[in-house]
């Protein structure tokens, strides 16, 4: 396997462990920002509102990743 190859896998790979990540961040943040909203009557905090959006933003990074990674392997790799 030739290493702009490897590189093109390994991107992939890491892409989708960001988009697994933000998935599970994602859900997990609507739930707990469920049960705030549940229990109060106002909005909840800052803090409950960033998971689902650090979430999201993983979510894209790693859609990105997957899409363009034959790209980012040829700018890693340019002698081959």
């Keep these: 396997m030739k290493p702009k190859q ?6 992939k790979i890491l892409g989708l ?3 697994v990540d933000g ?4 859900i997990s943040g609507m739930l707990n920002l469920l049960v705030v909203l549940a229990g109060q009557h106002g909005f909840g905090s800052a803090y ?3 998971n689902p959006f650090t979430g999201l933003m993983l979510a894209a990074i790693g859609s990105l990743f997957i899409v363009f990674s034959r790209t980012l392997a040829e700018l890693l790799i340019k002698d081959e």
């Design 23 to 26: 998935s599970v961040r994602i």
């Design 17 to 19: 462990y960001f988009a």
């Design 6 to 11: 490897l590189a093109d896998v390994f991107i």
């Design 48 to 50: 409950v509102w960033l």
